[in-house]
Structure formats: C-alpha cells, structure tokens
C-alpha cells in the first residue's frame, strides 16, 4: 500500500496480508512519513513505524450494540493532556455511550465510524474526538487532536 499525503506532506507505505483469523482480517507493518514544515501539528516532522491491524466490519442488526458492551470504559491519553482522562461509559442498543461525567459518544452502525465528546477537567474544555470500531477485538480506536499534537481514544468493555 503507498499513500502520499496532499501536496507532498508524507506519505503512507505497508505491505497488509489479508488472511482470516480468530483476531484480525488483515495485518502489517506501516511506515508513516511526515517530513518538517511549517505546520501546527508536528513541525518537526516524523517517521513512524507501526504494525497495522484490522477486521471485517459488518452491520449490526437493528436495535442491537455495534460492539459487545455494556459498561465500558473510554480512555483518552497523549494530545497535550496533563494527564489520562479515563470515563466509565454505557453504550445503548441506539450506540450511544454516555458518562456520568459527560463523556458521550454515537456509533453510526452503518459504517462502524464514532465521534464523540469529554470534557478536559485540567482546562474545563471540551475535546471532540473520533474513531472506528474494531469489532473482532470488542473496541473502537481513534484520535482528537490537542494544541499541536494528536491523541489515542480507546474504547473498551469494562475491566
């Protein structure tokens, strides 16, 4: 796979296997390249070698979850946060998971795509973040962004 980023900011490049196991559909190790430039995020640039993982994803009946949780919890960490900002959630047969604290997240069952809102208790600010599930795994993965860096949200059943 070879991915250039718009106007020659990066690129992406990997060999993905496609093979069907018990945990994933599809494995890898992704080079991502992101040269220096004047830019908010990362002006530095950098090179990151990652393994990439994934899975079939298919649309859930209606009424039912897109993910096999009930109580979950939402973690947010990296991004310019102080520290971790972790969330008990419920996700409902509608795919809305909420938090006593105001976490609130929505699944779009049709593609497995979530967005969602917390609030950063260290600022009083709320951080939109963004995601798609990885059903073979029972979690949703994804990023918001801080002040000049990117963070990992991570959705997982209770532990």
């Known amino acids: 796979m070879y991915i250039p980023a718009a106007s020659g900011r990066g690129e992406l490049i990997s060999w993905i296997q496609f093979t069907t196991t018990s945990s994933s559909d ?20 950098f090179t990151n070698a990652v393994s990439a993982v994934g899975s079939v994803y298919r649309v859930p009946a209606p009424g039912t979850r897109a993910l096999s949780i009930n109580n979950g919890q939402l973690v947010l960490s990296g991004g310019n946060l102080q520290s971790s900002l972790t969330n008990s959630v419920t996700l409902g ?19 497995g795509m979530f967005k969602g809102t917390v609030l950063n208790p260290q600022t009083g600010k709320i951080v939109l973040f963004q995601g798609m599930v990885y059903k073979k795994a029972n979690v949703g993965v994804g990023y918001f962004l801080g ?7 991570f959705l997982s059943p209770a532990p």
């Open 26 to 45: 599809l494995n890898g190790q992704l080079i991502w390249l992101k040269p220096a430039a004047a830019a908010k995020y990362y002006p530095r640039g």
């Open 93 to 111: 047969l509608n795919n809305i998971a909420s938090s006593a604290s105001g976490a609130r997240l929505t699944i779009t069952p049709a593609t």
């Open 147 to 153: 002040t000049d860096q990117s963070g990992e949200v």
